[in-house]
């Protein structure tokens, strides 16, 4: 075995349970938010003056001479006369292929050509739209349905399926999870790396009790056909490699929708007599048993892995690992997915609907569960100080008064959640025990489509990642 229960001095904090790591602030923390309140950010010199606001930083890019933001970021004409003023060399505009980046005008036939979201003339075999979205129900049709959420339900329905949701959690799941972080020999020596900080350690430390989840599952055999789904940049699979006895008698497929910089596998390709493709295809549309030679010629167990694959993208993949695999000999040998984003799940993919309709939920009601599990990583989801300033600008002063639509309906003291006493606290609890009632569903849904063993497991300390959870399936008779 090459796996081992972590020492707890290699930890940065005291070890804690679930809830108070999701309530309890701690003093190094409290005293960096007060710090940085104080602080002016600026742009680092010869940097793109943009502020990302998902990364709570400016852009890195550097920008020409004399430019305040980089070609991406530089704003376009807001009038038509602006747009005469500017000239032809310097005018960007929305890529056709993807509005989401923007390209300059005088080079846009060359952009088009290399384009990463230039659609592909033929859709290669494995590629199938749809295959594994559910019901098949189109995704146009799904789109022009408003979901049930918290802000948007009433306070008896939301009360009602709380009620619903923690008594199903009390009946099939409390009690159920063990916590079980790992450690595994390959990422020892990375993970001793004085120059490392926190954020790279976080990713670290969850990979190396991945993979020694997958060797005390027996999943790390020569031979498999190993699947990585929601591949981003191939850490996990590069560590794999390394951990698996014999990488050259193995198969290494990552799957994609995106094209990342910094691929891990790059630093592969040197590597003689090892098998490693990379597909770019959306999950909902790959038909696993049609992917050639890797699938379709051989006869190895099949072990699909992720880490953090968000919301429906997990269901995607279990209908893939379960029901594309029919046409070919090769069959599922394991699986180990670590679970994140409850609240982007989706009806149609979903695979624990029978389950859910048993405990008396419905569609509109599991809508309102994802929306819940937000509660559990995300608090009010706007800094303290923030929103007490947006009160006292809008002077809300009494507990009936409307509250205007900018403000978020959660906001704290005079709303909702006072008056029906969900705390804080309260909200993040109950949003762990919605993430695992639907995880739970999944389980469900292995069980009786699989013969394999199936685990719902705690695999790192929470204030590692909240989202420290995985589904881990394995041949019976193993010893995970």
């Not at 959420?149 to 959690?169: C, F, H, Q, R």
């Not at 891990?264 to 049609?290: P, Q, S, Y």
């Not at 389950?355 to 569960?369: A, I, R, S, V």
């Amino acid at each position: 075995m090459n796996h081992t229960n972590p020492p707890t001095t290699t930890l940065d904090r005291a070890t804690v349970s679930d809830a108070q790591s999701q309530t309890d602030p701690q003093d190094g923390e409290q005293k960096d938010q007060k710090d940085s309140s104080q602080n002016i950010i600026r742009p680092e010199p010869g940097a793109c003056g943009f502020y990302v606001q998902r990364k709570k930083r400016f852009c890195r890019m550097i920008v020409k001479p004399g430019a305040q933001y980089c070609g991406e970021h530089q704003p376009l004409p807001a009038t038509e006369h602006e747009l005469g003023m500017k000239p032809i060399s310097q005018l960007r505009v929305p890529c056709p292929y993807d509005p989401k980046h923007t390209c300059f005008a005088t080079k846009m036939e060359r952009h088009l050509k290399i384009c990463n979201s230039k659609p592909l003339a033929v859709l290669p075999d494995y590629m199938v739209p749809g295959v594994n979205s559910g019901d098949g129900r189109p995704l146009d049709e799904k789109q022009g349905k408003e979901k049930l959420t918290v802000s948007t339900v009433s306070d008896e329905k939301l009360i009602n399926i709380i009620g619903m949701l923690m008594a199903t959690y009390k009946k099939y799941v409390e009690g159920q999870i063990e916590l079980e972080p790992l450690e595994h020999t390959v990422l020892e020596e990375e993970l001793n790396k004085p120059e490392y900080g926190p954020s790279v350690l976080k990713h670290l430390i969850q990979n190396s009790s991945l993979l020694g989840q997958l060797d005390k599952s027996g999943l790390l055999e020569n031979g498999n056909t190993f699947v990585e789904f929601g591949s981003g940049r191939g850490q996990l699979t590069y560590w794999l490699t390394k951990a698996v006895p014999d990488a050259t008698t193995c198969q290494f497929i990552l799957v994609d929708r995106a094209s990342p910089r910094h691929k891990f596998d790059n630093r592969l390709k040197e590597t003689e007599d090892m098998e490693l493709v990379r597909l770019r295809v959306d999950i909902a549309d790959l038909a696993l048993g049609r992917v050639s030679p890797y699938i379709t010629h051989q006869k190895e167990n099949v072990v699909g892995i992720s880490k953090h694959l968000c919301g429906a993208a997990t269901d995607l993949s279990i209908r893939c690992l379960t029901q594309t695999l029919d046409e070919v000999e090769s069959e599922l040998g394991g699986l180990l997915i670590a679970l994140c984003c409850h609240h982007r799940c989706d009806w149609s993919p979903y695979v624990g609907k029978e389950f859910l309709t048993e405990q008396g939920f419905t569609e509109e009601d599991f809508d309102l569960l994802s929306s819940i599990t937000s509660w559990c990583t995300c608090g009010s989801g706007k800094p303290r100080k923030q929103i007490e300033e947006q009160l006292a600008e809008h002077e809300v002063d009494s507990p009936d008064q409307p509250l205007p639509p900018q403000l978020p309906q959660n906001i704290h003291p005079r709303d909702r959640y006072t008056r029906l006493q969900l705390d804080q606290a309260t909200r993040e609890e109950i949003g762990r025990q919605a993430k695992r009632v639907l995880d739970y569903g999944r389980l469900k849904y292995l069980e009786e489509v699989t013969n394999l063993d199936i685990k719902l497991k705690y695999y790192v300390d929470p204030f590692i990642s909240l989202e420290n959870a995985l589904i881990v399936c394995s041949r019976p008779g193993t010893t995970g």
